[in-house]
């Protein structure tokens, strides 16, 4: 599966965006999915998971009730719908598929996508 992530761009504290994350290939459905972030001069890191199906969703505690991670199956797409921003959010945020369940590590994705950067202004 070949993964496209978009919707980033700048918005001021306190604001939302919601990115996506297009799938192309066969099975979209059979892969959980990922987004994890880099922040400028730190590591890659966790931020949601969602299941093949969509019926179970995780997501790291500095962004749980402010992140919503979604999908439709049938248009091969995966959301991040962000609220409430923080400059803290700024990153570039990528999308990730693996077979089987979903998973907080990074190391378990087989695809991934591009990357879409996100800048949060104080």
């Known amino acids: 599966v070949q993964l496209q992530a978009s919707g980033g761009g700048l918005v001021q504290a306190g604001g939302s965006l919601t990115l996506s994350c297009a799938a192309s290939?066969?099975?979209?459905?059979?892969?959980?999915m990922g987004w994890f972030r880099r922040a400028p001069g730190k590591e890659r890191e966790f931020v949601a998971t969602i299941s093949a199906g969509g019926g179970r969703a995780l997501s790291t505690d500095s962004v749980r009730g402010r992140f919503t991670v979604s999908r439709d199956n049938a248009r091969n797409t995966l959301y991040l719908q962000m609220i409430t921003l923080k400059p803290e959010d700024t990153a570039v945020y990528y999308c990730a598929a693996k077979r089987g369940l979903s998973s907080l590590t990074e190391h378990q994705y087989d695809h991934w996508g591009q990357g879409t950067l996100v800048t949060v202004s104080s």
């Open positions: 290939g066969p099975s979209f459905s059979n892969y959980a």
